[in-house]
């Protein structure tokens, strides 16, 4: 017996659509979704524009790495709690990813209803 079928049908479904290459669309669509976000890259662009790191003295002479990993250490937190929330109105929505995501779901399940 696979791990599928100890926990049921509806882990089953899942596991077909995770073979089928289903969940990579659907995370391509949302990826894509987020880097055409431009309330998103605007608020990215503003973080990075008032960050702490750029304005201290002597960031200018800072390495590369040194630089992102500073810029990463500050703003990471920030910016992915912002994707998160986007991410997530994009899988709820009532239209486009949301919709298909749940007419995907329920027509694997066999319970479409139209």
């Known amino acids: 017996m696979g791990d599928s079928d100890a926990l049921g049908p509806n882990s089953k479904v899942l596991d077909d659509m995770c073979k ?6 659907f995370r391509a669509r949302i990826v894509d ?7 998103l890259n605007k608020y990215t662009s503003n973080l990075v524009e008032g960050s702490e790191t750029l304005s201290r003295p002597g960031a200018e002479r800072m390495t ?8 990463k250490a500050e703003l990471e937190k920030p910016v992915m709690e912002k ?4 991410a997530w109105e994009f899988l709820l929505a009532e239209e486009g990813v949301g919709k298909e995501i749940k007419d995907k779901v329920e027509a694997a399940c066999g319970q479409q209803t139209r």
């Open 20 to 25: 089928d290459g289903t969940f990579d669309a």
């Open 33 to 39: 979704e987020l880097k055409k976000n431009e309330d």
């Open 64 to 71: 590369r790495k040194d630089l992102f990993e500073k810029l």
């Open 83 to 86: 994707v998160s929330a986007a």
